[in-house]
């Protein structure tokens, strides 16, 4: 209400039709730092890239680098905060736990990259997961951007086709 009257333009719909038939950079730099953040807030990152591909289909490259920037950007920091989340600890309070950490640690990454392909499983759990085993960086980051990459990209198009 408070911005309604303080910018009344924010009421009328002809001003957003407006700003959604040219974003302008605001809106891809809100974009990405909404992608970026999404893991970190717990924000679903696939409705985010259905919604960005519906309100910029011109543009699916752009759709498809920003989400994937905000992919590369939030698994870096899953993978790089997991000890300080305490991601790390518990495993051997799970029966088969130990097992299961070091078959993720030695083999995990394409189970990791069918994960993030996979479009009703969350990544960021895959993501969370990997990171607590403690997956290297080298083996971890590109599952995440090859899964994403073709989860990403079948998405775009597809919505691209549909509208």
């Known amino acids: 209400a408070i911005a309604g ?15 959604l038939s ?16 999404a893991a970190v807030l717990m924000i679903p990152s696939l409705p985010m890239v259905v919604a960005s591909a519906v309100l910029f289909p011109e543009h ?7 989400a994937l920037s905000g992919v590369v950007f939030s698994a870096l920091l899953i993978h790089r905060n997991a000890a300080w989340m ?11 736990g130990g ?6 640690f030695d083999h995990g990454s394409p189970a990791l990259c069918l994960w993030c392909m996979t479009p009703f499983l969350p990544s960021d759990l895959g993501c969370y997961v ?16 090859l899964g994403e ?3 990403c990209g079948s998405v775009i198009l597809g919505v691209g086709w549909v509208l």
């Open 5 to 19: 009257w303080l910018q009344p333009e924010l009421l009328d719909p002809a001003s957003w039709g407006d700003w």
């Open 22 to 37: 040219d974003p302008g950079p605001l809106a891809w730099a809100a974009l990405l730092a909404l992608q970026c953040l």
């Open 60 to 66: 699916p490259g752009w759709v498809w680098l920003l």
């Open 86 to 96: 305490g991601l790390d600890h518990g495993w051997h309070r799970v029966p088969g």
């Open 99 to 104: 097992r299961a950490r070091r078959w993720l």
């Open 130 to 145: 990997a990171a607590a085993s403690k997956m290297p960086l080298k083996r971890y980051l590109p599952a995440v951007v």
């Open 149 to 151: 990459s073709v989860l």
